[in-house]
Every structure is written in C-alpha cells, then in structure tokens.
C-alpha cells in the first residue's frame, strides 16, 4: 500500500512540475515582445487560422514557442473568429498584445473620398488608384456594373453619395460602390421625405438630376438654395433651365475648356439651352446640401444669375438687370464671357449664325 502512496505522490509531482512547466513556458511565450526592429503589416486572407499564422510567424523569426502561443488560443479564445485583413506589428508589441488585436479584429483601415461634384468617370478613376482595393471592376462596363448592382439600364451618373469610405485590404471596388448607393438612396429618402410642398418633380430621381446641377453650379454653401429657387422658378414658368454645367456633361470629351456658340447649339440631351425641363440624368455627384438645397428651394422672383468671378453670384429677377450684371461683372473683365442667354438672346444667336454660314 505503502509502495502505491510514493508512486501516486511521485506522479502528483511530476504532473505538477509538469502543469508548473507548461505554465511558465505559456506565460513566457505570451509575454515574449515580437522581433522586430520596424512596423510591418501582417495580410490575413480570408479563412486563415491563427495556429496557422502563429506558425508562418515563428518561421519568419518573429516570435518563439508558437504551439504554446496555439494552446491558449485553443482553450481560451476558441469561439473567437478571426477576420481577415491586415494587422499593424509594431516594434515593442508583445504576443498576448497580438492575440488581442486578433480578438478585436481590430485590422488596418483605408480611406477613400468621394467628391462632391464628380462625375461617374472621376469615380471610377479614383476607385482603380485605391491603394489595397481589391480591383473587381476592370474590364467591366458601366451597363454591366450597372445590372450587377440590380439597376439594369439605369445609368450610373450622381447614383453614388460622395463621402469618405472606409475599407480593408481585400474589399472589392464593388463592394465601396454598393456602400456609395446605398447611402445615396439613404439620404435621397430621408430629404424627399421632409421637402417643401409643390415642388415641380415627380420623383425623388428627378430632385437628384437638379442637386447635381446645383452641386456643379456654385461652391458657395449658402447660395444653393438661391440658384435652386431660381431653376424651379424657370421650370414652373416653362423657361428653358439654360445651364452651362449640363452643356459641358453633354459634350464630353469635346468640351475644351470654354463653351462657344456652337456648343450652345450642339443637339444633345442635355443641351438645357436647347431643351426644355431637365437634363435626362444627373451630371455630377451631388452632396447632401445641395439634394436638401434642390428640396427646399429659396423663395423669391430671381429668374438669372451671373458670377461675380470670386465664386459667389448676383441674383436678378428681370432680364434687363441681369444684363447689366453681365456688363458689370463679367464683360469688363473677358471679352468673350457668355452667361445663361434668354431664349430670345439665343435665338438671335442661332439667326446669325445662319446669315454669318449661309
């Protein structure tokens, strides 16, 4: 009896050293400081396991005792999932410190800005820059990216709400896009919700098509609401919208940086010189002020406007005095300044230009 007393004692023992051993070694190898000398991003792909990493970590010599580093995951953190992305490693940080950031899923963030008054194709362009997007969308079609968002045949143009995005590695371009949708129909929602009474559109896409010609027309924040009254004004009366920054999205790549004579007659859908109504989309990403600004129109009898040149813009109500704010403004300044014509001013333009190219 007495021989199977020292043997169980001497097993107590062996397992207690033992469970002492394991213990020191575990805490040893969490509190261990990484090896390194600079910052470094560890990628994560998408169904990585942190045995995995742990192991790929102490291969490239940036930590010891890995199986010890697994056991205290295993047994304490096993429900814990482990996202995907890259993780910050700065010099000093310690394994346990590791494990956290993976507990947290605390990964490395990028910034993308939408602007407001970007077109469809700066959009684009900006997404193919991101840094660590993943690019899903070369090669694809505005008509095709368009179908995969479920908007088939709807064009593109002022769809996206402008704003910061934040993503991480291994989001797709497609991915931001939806977010960019989506919270344009979130903001367009709730502002058509809460709108100004007899407004002249018959939907919230019609409110979008007019912010975005506010958003291209003026930069000065307290003027939105001014011009926006000034356009519903003219679709109320039957007046022809005659806006530059339509002309301008309707000429494209013909557009050369200063509008003629002929680009005021040049037959496109958006050729609001030409065209009675607004254009058929909008032109540009309009941010929430200026959806808000064409919602709620200021009141007044304002029918023009022209720009003083430091980016703000007088207001007139009748045709004679908004000529003399062109003259006072404008034409002493450039002799070749052209601003928002009547129609009989145009019509006289068309005339001449018949008799000048008979």
Same mark, same amino acid.
């Given at each position: ?27 040893? /190898? ?11 991003? =560890? ?6 396991? !942190? ?39 700065? +010099? ?5 410190? =590791? ?14 800005? =939408? ?10 362009? /900006? ?34 709400? $402008? ?20 919270? *344009? ?15 002249? &559109?018959?939907?919230?896409?019609? #409110? ?32 022809? =919208? ?24 040049? #037959?496109?859908?958006?050729?609001? &010189? ?5 254009? !058929? ?8 002020? /200026? ?5 709620? $129109? ?20 009748? *045709?004679?005095?908004?000529?003399? #704010? ?8 450039? #002799?070749?300044?052209?601003?928002? +014509?009547? !129609? ?15």
């Amino acid at each position: 009896m007495r021989k199977w007393l020292l043997l169980l004692e001497s097993g107590l023992l062996v397992g207690g050293l033992a469970l002492a051993f394991a213990v020191w070694q575990q805490k040893a /190898a969490l509190e261990q400081p990484l090896i390194l000398t600079e910052e470094r991003l =560890l990628e994560v792909p998408s169904g990585a396991t !942190p045995g995995g990493l742990l192991n790929r970590l102490q291969g490239d010599g940036l930590l010891r005792g890995s199986f010890w580093l697994r056991l205290y995951w295993r047994f304490n953190l096993s429900e814990q999932g482990l996202r995907s992305g890259e993780y910050r490693l700065e +010099p000093g940080m310690t394994a346990v410190e =590791l494990l956290d950031l993976w507990q947290r899923g605390e990964v490395v963030q990028y910034n993308l800005t =939408l602007v407001e008054g970007w077109s469809f194709r700066q959009v684009r362009a /900006a997404l193919a820059r991101a840094d660590k997007l993943d690019q899903s969308l070369a090669g694809v079609s505005d008509a095709e990216l368009m179908t995969q968002l479920g908007l088939s045949d709807a064009h593109p143009e002022g769809r996206f709400f $402008p704003d910061t995005y934040r993503y991480v590695r291994g989001m797709s371009d497609f991915e931001l896009l939806k977010q960019a949708h989506a919270r *344009l129909q979130q903001v367009l929602a709730e502002e058509w919700a809460e709108r100004s009474p007899n407004l002249p &559109y018959a939907t919230p896409y019609e #409110a979008l098509i007019m912010a975005s010609i506010i958003e291209k027309e003026t930069g000065v924040p307290h003027e939105r609401q001014q011009i926006a009254g000034v356009f519903v004004r003219r679709l109320e009366q039957g007046m022809l =919208l005659q806006t530059d920054p339509t002309v301008i999205y309707g000429l494209g790549e013909r557009y050369n940086g200063k509008l003629g004579r002929a680009d005021l007659l040049a #037959a496109t859908p958006y050729n609001t &010189y030409l065209r009675p109504g607004l254009p !058929p989309t909008p032109i540009a990403l309009p941010g929430r002020e /200026a959806i808000h600004a064409a919602l709620h $129109p200021a009141d007044g009898r304002e029918l023009y406007f022209v720009a003083r040149g430091d980016g703000s813009h007088v207001f007139s109500e009748t *045709l004679e005095a908004h000529n003399q #704010a062109v003259r006072e403004y404008q034409l002493k300044r450039r #002799a070749d300044y052209r601003s928002s +014509p009547s !129609p009989e001013a145009l019509e006289r333009s068309v005339q001449q230009d018949s008799e000048e190219n008979p």
